[in-house]
């Protein structure tokens, strides 16, 4: 079985804040995990990712509802999960993080060959009068659009 599969999509990122750069990372999860990840059943509203001392990428605030047929042997829904990367991409994003003020935001689900992938952006947060501007060009957007369906 090959391809992916989009599990959970982060639009609200994309409206939050600039994206400059992505990357894809795998994710350490433990035996429920996996079966609620699959079923799509979890939260990401809130969730950041953290780099910390030991150069470890880290994701927080991910809630992964219990497995409903696992019974006592349910794992923590809350727990900080750690994102695997290469360790060249790490020591890139903590350069960026340090000096120009970025943050780490997850964008997308994916289960790829099996696995559960997810796409890590570099981000800014947006001002009030960016986000104003995204909506008025979607807005010229979907008028456009409108207009040459019509005609």
Known sequence: MSGTKLLA????????YFVSDSMEVGIVLQGTEVKSMKGAQFSFNDA?????NLGELWIRNLHVN??????????DPDRKK????????????RRQIDEKGFTLIPL?????DGRIKITVGLCKGKKQYDKRDSIKE????????RELRRS
């Open 9 to 16: 999509d982060n639009r609200r990122a994309r409206y939050d």
């Open 48 to 52: 950041w990712v953290e780099l910390d």
């Open 66 to 75: 219990p497995y409903k047929m696992a019974g006592l042997a349910n794992h």
């Open 82 to 93: 750690k994102l695997l990367a290469h360790r060249a991409e790490i020591k890139k994003l």
């Open 108 to 112: 997308d689900f994916r289960l790829k």
């Open 138 to 145: 979607k807005d010229q957007k979907r008028d456009l659009d």
